[in-house]
């Protein structure tokens, strides 16, 4: 049957029964039961706190996952670039955060123009001269932009470097006709992936001390941040104790990962809150040799940032995934005599969900052996 490309070469598949195990590989595989799982339980984690979520769309870079934590609560979602706020608000997406600074003459025209489309869009910034060129921007375009200070509370990628310089930077904003001044961020990602949870506490509580003593300073100012945003899904049990975020931007708690499946996120639990709702199929290409199979995904497959896939189901007990190439990995059996047919799936967890997602262009929404829908993954890519 000849698919809508639309939709990918699976799309005659949705709705069918036992549609998972015909599926043209690789694919992108979302347990949807797991999913919403994730999804209602980091709401009731962030109410218990007195919190709220604008998750890291960066994860998904799916408008269709994005609307689906809204329904279950968010405030809207966070992107790391404008791509990926162009592609939320083209596809209804409201709410939408650019966390890290938007700067050159191109983009801001762009985000000027995407503010006069957008509900509720917000960008950060960390310089004098890019909240200048904003603030023009927005007068030219007549529409004000809502703006936070981005506060480098230890990561040093970007940010102002001092309570001072944030009071200076928000008494910018505040005064500047064309910017309206929303609060402040302070995000760190070195410490997302600290296994243990006393060391990434111990790192991440001096950061999160001076992101304190900057939300102090802004209120003794005059300039009380309505807008605290920062942490992620490693750092939700520390951010929960010490409350001083009320947004949250965690991400990869809807999908996890390898990386993050190694985290003591909540202290004194080696079981995370969060289960494991993104995975991808592959297929065996060829099972020649002994010992070991060549599936269908390789480095252009799976992100190679971090530590290898992990073999989900599918194969025997024992087995183990390497790359073998662009194209091409290998499942490599505990027994020479093992092996799997020609065509049999396998099914691996991501090292790394969001570098990972970028490399696909669709989201198999799966539940138990039934595709119910495909999800075009629409902001990925990088401009």
């Known amino acids: 049957m000849t698919a809508d490309r639309a939709l990918g070469p699976n799309t005659y598949l949705i709705g069918e029964a036992a549609g998972l195990d015909r ?4 694919a992108l595989i979302l347990r949807l039961d797991a999913f919403e799982q994730n999804l209602t339980r980091m709401e009731a984690i962030l109410q218990s706190a007195g919190m ?3 998750p890291h769309a960066k994860t998904h870079k799916c408008p269709a996952v994005a ?3 809204i329904e279950a609560g968010a405030l809207g979602v966070c992107t790391a670039t404008l791509r990926e706020a162009e592609a939320m608000v083209a596809a209804g997406v409201n709410g939408v955060l650019i966390t890290s600074p938007v700067v050159g003459p191109p983009k801001i025209e762009r985000l000027a123009g995407l503010n006069l489309q957008a509900e509720g869009l917000m960008a950060v910034v960390d310089h004098a001269d890019n909240a200048d060129a904003l603030a023009q921007a927005a007068r030219t375009a007549g529409a004000t932009l809502a703006v936070l200070v981005d506060t480098d509370i230890g990561m040093h990628r970007t940010g102002v470097s001092s309570a001072e310089a944030a009071v200076g930077l928000a008494t910018r904003i505040a005064a500047a006709d064309g910017l309206d001044y ?3 961020q302070g995000y760190s990602g070195q410490v997302q992936h600290i296994e243990n949870y006393a060391e990434r506490e111990n790192v991440y509580g001096r950061q999160l001390d001076r992101l304190a003593a900057t939300v102090s300073a802004l209120s003794d100012a005059g300039l009380a941040p309505p807008i605290v945003t920062g942490g ?4 939700l049990g520390i951010d929960v104790q010490r409350r001083v975020i009320n947004e949250h931007q965690a991400g990869s708690y809807a999908f996890m990962d390898v990386e993050y499946n190694l985290v003591e996120i909540v202290q004194g639990q080696n ?6 709702s993104l995975t991808m199929r592959n297929s065996v290409v060829s099972n020649n040799a002994a010992g070991f199979v060549t599936i269908d995904g390789g480095f252009k497959c799976f992100a190679t940032d971090g530590p290898l896939p992990e073999l989900e189901s599918g194969t025997p007990g024992g087995a183990r995934y390497e790359y073998f190439g662009d194209e091409h990995g290998r499942v490599v059996f505990a027994e020479d005599s093992e092996a799997l047919p020609l065509g049999a799936q396998v099914e691996l967890v991501t090292p790394h969900c969001d570098p990972t997602v970028n490399l696909h262009d669709f989201i198999h929404a799966v539940r138990g052996d039934v595709i119910e829908d495909i999800w075009p993954i629409e902001a990925r890519g990088v401009l």
């Open 232 to 235: 992620g899904t490693g750092t």
């Open 23 to 26: 599926l043209t590989t690789p």
């Open 182 to 184: 929303r609060g402040v």
């Open 67 to 69: 609307l689906r934590q």
């Open 271 to 276: 079981t995370s809150p969060f289960a494991t």
């Open 52 to 54: 709220r979520i604008r």
